[in-house]
């Protein structure tokens, strides 16, 4: 990940600790998604550990996904409520 940007030059990484406020928006993210699937696999009445395997894949999958845009949304509420 870039210091700054490129194009108007923000500041991404403010102070020491700074991403620690993009793990509640990965939370957020990862059940968003992963509840679909558990209450879908659920519904066809799959075993529990089908269903923590098959909820485990999809983590691991999407996790590059997840934690990316974690970072963007975090930018954009941080930027929201404390605009530099």
Same mark, same amino acid.
């Given at each position: 990940?870039?210091?700054?940007?490129?194009?108007?030059?923000?500041?991404?990484?403010?102070?020491?600790?700074?991403?620690?406020?993009?793990?509640?928006?990965?939370?957020? $993210?990862? =059940?968003? *998604?992963?509840? @679909?699937? !558990?209450?879908?696999? +659920?519904?066809?009445?799959?075993?529990?550990?089908?269903?923590?395997?098959?909820?485990? $894949?999809? =983590?691991? *999958?999407?996790? @590059?996904? !997840?934690?990316?845009? +974690?970072?963007?949304?975090?930018?954009?509420?941080?930027?929201?409520?404390?605009?530099?």
């Amino acid at each position: 990940m870039h210091a700054a940007c490129p194009v108007c030059g923000l500041q991404f990484e403010r102070e020491p600790g700074y991403w620690m406020g993009s793990l509640y928006v990965n939370y957020a $993210i990862a =059940l968003a *998604l992963c509840l @679909p699937l !558990i209450v879908l696999l +659920a519904l066809a009445k799959a075993s529990v550990p089908a269903i923590v395997a098959a909820t485990t $894949i999809e =983590l691991v *999958l999407l996790s @590059p996904v !997840i934690i990316r845009y +974690a970072r963007l949304i975090w930018m954009y509420i941080d930027q929201a409520i404390d605009p530099r």
